[in-house]
């Protein structure tokens, strides 16, 4: 899918996305780790985390045992990509085996409460762990997927989504870590676009968060 510049918003999304924005909790400084494989499917996330401070991106050659230490060196864990109820997917060469975040590694997670969790089917991973944070269910990401789900689409509105979601949740992390502000904050606004965006619709429904 790539980067895009820009998001073709709708009026209905611009006109409420500052009510958000006045209700801020003012972040802590915090040490986050990014663990996002290499893939140009999955590169409209970066704008989740691109513009954090104090991030440690890891894209590949880790060990399991490394991610695992590194997880324990940091306030936050965001894990963004391909995946299954088993995880995080290896795709990108990793020192690990099909998976980077799965069994062994929810076992360094469940010490956090604030971790986020973004790939399809995440949500069955997080409830079999009981792991906290935000997560995603079966989010739908490329046209391909929604034929399978019988939504028939373009590659237009599923970049649509895919950009404003990413936008939504990045913009949130720079100014709150409350994470019900933020669940609830991006949650509504992404709604918006639901509204004329069937992905958006979709994916709106399968937007989690475990306490």
């Not at 290499?38 to 954090?52: G, H, M, Q, V, W």
């Not at 998976?99 to 010490?111: E, G, P, Q």
């Not at 399809?120 to 997560?135: E, W």
Request: charged residues 25%; proline residues 2%.
């Amino acid at each position: 899918m790539g980067d895009k510049s820009t998001l073709d918003t709708t009026s209905t999304y611009s006109s409420h996305r500052w009510h958000w924005s006045t209700n801020i909790n003012k972040p802590k400084q915090m040490k986050r780790l990014v663990i996002h494989p290499t893939d140009e499917s999955t590169d409209f996330l970066a704008p989740i985390y691109n513009r954090l401070p104090d991030v440690t991106l890891v894209t590949t050659g880790y060990s399991r045992l490394e991610i695992m230490e590194l997880i324990d060196e940091h306030d936050q864990v965001i894990m963004l990509g391909h995946g299954t109820p088993g995880g995080l997917l290896n795709v990108s060469g990793f020192r690990a085996g099909l998976y980077i975040v799965d069994s062994l590694v929810a076992d360094s997670l469940i010490r956090k409460d604030n971790s986020i969790f973004i790939w399809c089917n995440a949500d069955q991973f997080v409830r079999r762990y009981n792991l906290k944070g935000m997560y995603s269910g079966m989010f739908i990401s490329e046209v391909a997927e929604a034929s399978y789900f019988k939504i028939y689409t373009d590659q237009n509105t599923v970049d649509r989504s895919n950009d404003m979601f990413a936008q939504l949740l990045g913009e949130r992390l720079l100014v709150s870590d409350a994470m019900d502000e933020i669940h609830t904050s991006v949650g509504h606004q992404y709604r918006l676009l639901a509204e004329t965006n069937d992905i958006a619709r979709y994916n709106s429904d399968r937007w989690y968060i475990s306490k």
